[in-house]
């Protein structure tokens, strides 16, 4: 599966706060990329929704509309999960010079996101006031699970930090001439970098074994129009003594 969609994001790179100004930039280019295990994140919704779904066919089937209602406030709220957690993109705004590679990343989250998760408790707590007019017998035990969702989601929602929190933006720097390892995969539309990774002092005092290599990496993702560009710049800036090997990055649990 690639990784980025068809759709053109503007160039925004006009509009970053670069670290380098300064030095003239080769290219430029922006994309939105799923940049995470859609399995490993969606795992929870993806087991709960089918069975949720399941229980609520059971009830209708028995006669328990009421009850069966309640039960598809969780598909619906499942579906909406995988959709959040899994598929959620990240907006990459690149910039090369002949030094160095620039990247602002944050999470691309449109703002009714945030909306929904204020305004869904409420749809909540109709429903459930409608299952128990027309189901007066039905336990309040029932009800609880749901309900205790609802209450979640409007402390999620009504948090002012909570949207600053998950669009958190990220600024990284890195030199050509420090690449270690070069990895194209253009099944998913990205090359992999990796550099050495300079550990704050603080941190190697706590390590098991401080003298050991560590290094750290970036995904320069690329739409299929931004391929041949992107893959020749990278060509171009590798060391002499890195070569760029072309093979598949796996994903934790999606391949």
Known sequence: MRR???????????TMEWQYPDEPKIITWTVKAIDRSILAHGLGPIVVGPLTLLGALLLYRMGNSGLAGVFMIGVFFSGFMVVKLG?????????????RLEICQWQDIPDLVFTFLKVFPFIIVGIILMALIS???????????????????????????????????????????????????THHGLIALTW???????????????????????????????????????????????EMKEERITYDFSG
Request: glycine share 4%; net charge negative; charged share 25%.
């Open 87 to 99: 598929m959620e993109k990240t907006v990459f705004v690149y910039r090369a010079t002949e030094e």
């Open 196 to 242: 050495p990774w300079e550990i704050p002092p603080e941190w190697l005092a706590q390590m098991e074994d401080p003298e050991e290599n560590h290094t750290q990496g970036a995904y320069l993702y690329f739409r299929k129009d931004q391929q041949s560009q992107v893959i020749e710049l990278i060509r171009k800036k590798l060391p002499p003594n890195v």
């Open 135 to 185: 189901n007066p017998a039905l336990s309040l035990a029932a009800l609880a699970g749901p309900a205790l969702v609802g209450i979640l989601l409007a402390s999620v929602g009504g948090d002012s930090n909570y949207k600053a929190i998950y669009k958190s933006f990220k600024h990284s720097v890195y030199r050509w001439d420090e690449v270690l390892e070069a990895t194209l995969d």
């Open 4 to 14: 980025t969609g068809l759709r053109k994001t503007p160039d925004l790179s006009e």
